[in-house]
């Protein structure tokens, strides 16, 4: 009786297994929904001209002309810029400031629009006007090592999910790589995915390749196994991950509800 009720087990087990990791095939209309491209575009530059804002940690708030931003490893770690109602030029580490409201300069979002319009995979996947029409450009003061190998310390981080941020915060990574695809008559074949992002859950801040995707997925998502089971590992790609973030937020918060 043990020898079959362990079999039994062991048969039971091998199922749930199998089901576990069995690959879930998608339909084109779910894919192209997966597909769509969800976080903001990353910004460097700032346009001069017009002002932004910096909030700092003591409650001020100043308006002014940006002069210098100064950068490690693509964040930024201080700010040189002109008081537009007093006219004093003063300079700030990131550790001072909470939140900053930058306007990015208008040759690059021409830039981007350009990239953008001419890769074939963007113009199936992003809102075109959406994705370079920005006013401002949102930064927070984060604690983080810098490729998870630097020193923690603060810096000011671009969020680039400002729309479902509320369990998920994705940063964006201004020295990411991108997926190569191949050109042909003025136009990218694929390709032009960014290569890493800084995310952060919890108290925890993180950078993540897109190497090591599979081994963070589990503690990005793994606390609601509703998501786990629609979503697997095995079924994704490393393309969809806006929408799964995005996906993932959606659920968590609904199965609070």
């Known amino acids: 009786m043990k020898k079959i009720a362990a079999l039994s087990l062991l ?17 084109k209309e779910k894919i192209k929904e997966m597909e769509a491209y969800l976080f903001e575009e990353v910004f460097t530059t700032v346009n001069n001209k017009k002002t ?7 409650g001020r708030v100043i308006k002014g002309y940006f002069k210098d931003i100064d950068r490690k490893k693509g964040q930024i770690t201080d700010i040189k810029f002109k008081d537009s109602v007093t ?30 319009a001419t890769n074939i995979r963007s113009l199936a996947t992003k809102k075109m006007k959406k994705a370079t029409n920005k006013e401002t450009v949102y ?20 969020l680039i999910n400002p729309e479902f941020n509320s369990i998920i915060e994705v940063y964006g990574d201004p020295n990411a790589n991108e997926t190569q695809g191949v050109s042909f008559g003025g136009m990218q074949m694929g390709g032009g995915l960014l290569k890493s992002f800084y995310l952060k859950k919890g108290d925890k801040v993180f950078w993540m390749h897109k190497s090591d995707f599979g081994d963070y997925y589990n503690e990005i998502f793994g606390d609601n196994p509703e998501f786990i089971k629609q979503y697997p590992l095995n079924s994704i790609e490393w393309g969809y991950l806006s929408f799964l973030i995005y996906e993932y937020t959606r659920m968590t918060e609904e199965s609070k509800q």
């Open 11 to 27: 048969f039971v087990s091998s199922f749930v297994f199998a089901q576990s990791s069995e690959k879930i095939k998608y339909s």
């Open 52 to 58: 932004s804002t910096v909030i700092l940690k003591d």
């Open 87 to 116: 006219g004093k030029q003063e300079e700030l580490d990131a550790a001072l400031i909470s939140e900053l409201y930058l306007a990015p300069s208008g040759a690059e979002k021409g830039a981007k629009a350009f990239k953008n």
């Open 139 to 158: 930064f927070k003061n984060q604690t983080v090592s810098l490729k998870n190998k630097k020193e923690i310390k603060e810096y000011l981080m671009q």
